[in-house]
């Protein structure tokens, strides 16, 4: 069962964004990372190195004792997560990747790991054309762990929906 923060428990919308700055807008539910979903990122990307993708090799060499998700699958999983946790209130017509400002990949995530995002609102600056961009600093938790996956600042346009006379 997801948790959501106060963000959803009160009025949070395009206008009232600002407002929450420095508010928790909770944790995901748990999401598997398991080898085929490796495997099939691998497949996608073309990024196949043995780390990843050669279990034996990987229980054999690897310092961590089996295959580990690539980084960026990892960060990748973020974005539906933070989408989960309400992030893009009633009154917006979208969300979009706007990019990020800082990442940093912290503890390797083992095939079959379990991962789950904690978001934080840092920032929701209005700009032009019922937009606004938020600032979340996101930790992709590893359950059992006690070092987070990674910790990124994630930046999201939010779209207004357009004037009913438009």
Known sequence: MTTTGNAMNTHYSLATAPAFVGRDFGVSDWVAVDQDRID??????????????????ARRESPFGGPIAHGYLTLSLVAAMVMELGVIPPDAATGLNYG????????????????????????????????TLLKLQCTLEIEGEAKPALVAEVLCMLLGKPDAGS
């Open 100 to 131: 990020l400002d800082k990442v940093r990949f912290i503890a390797p995530v083992k095939a079959g790991a379990r991962v789950r995002t904690r978001a934080n609102l840092m920032s929701a600056e209005p700009q032009h054309g019922r937009r």
């Open 40 to 57: 099939q990122f691998a497949a996608c990307t073309g990024d196949r190195q043995w780390i990843h993708v050669d279990v034996d090799r």
